[in-house]
């Protein structure tokens, strides 16, 4: 039980990290496109990444960290819904740029992520 209460804890943390850093974001770019929500996604996978290679494997701070915290704070069902609201909006070219820059940033920053976190530990 403890593993899943860390995660319980790391969700709860990571959903308010979300709002209050996506809401940040937002309001200092502007809403005209979801830069809160791709910051809060890009952020996450580099954190994932940098944190997966040193974290214990069935560690429960490896549940806390990665599963509840970056599961709380990463958004990809807001990506998914701000996307096709754009889309539906006729705005088709912030749409798909919206799934190019979230795909190829966060697949971007997990590698760097796993990159520096080898070079660290190295």
């Known amino acids: 039980m403890p593993a899943a209460l860390a995660v319980a804890i790391g969700g709860a943390a990571g959903g308010v990290l979300r709002y209050l850093l996506s809401g940040l974001v937002s309001r200092r770019v502007g809403e ?42 990463t958004t990809v069902s807001s990506f ?16 798909l740029g919206n799934c190019a820059l979230s795909v190829g940033l966060t697949l971007a920053a997990a590698a760097g992520g796993v990159l520096l976190s080898t070079v660290l530990v190295a």
């Not at 940098?50 to 709380?72: D, F, H, K």
């Not at 609201?85 to 006729?90: D, I, K, P, Q, T």
Request: hydrophobic share 50%; aromatic share 10%; proline share 5%.
């Open 32 to 73: 005209t496109f979801p830069w809160g929500t791709l910051f809060v996604n890009v952020s996450g996978c580099f954190v994932i990444g940098l944190m997966a290679p040193v974290l214990q494997e069935g560690s429960v701070l490896r549940a806390a960290i990665l599963t509840g915290l970056l599961g709380g704070y």
């Open 80 to 95: 998914s819904l701000q996307t096709i609201a754009l889309m539906r909006e006729g705005q088709w070219a912030p749409g």
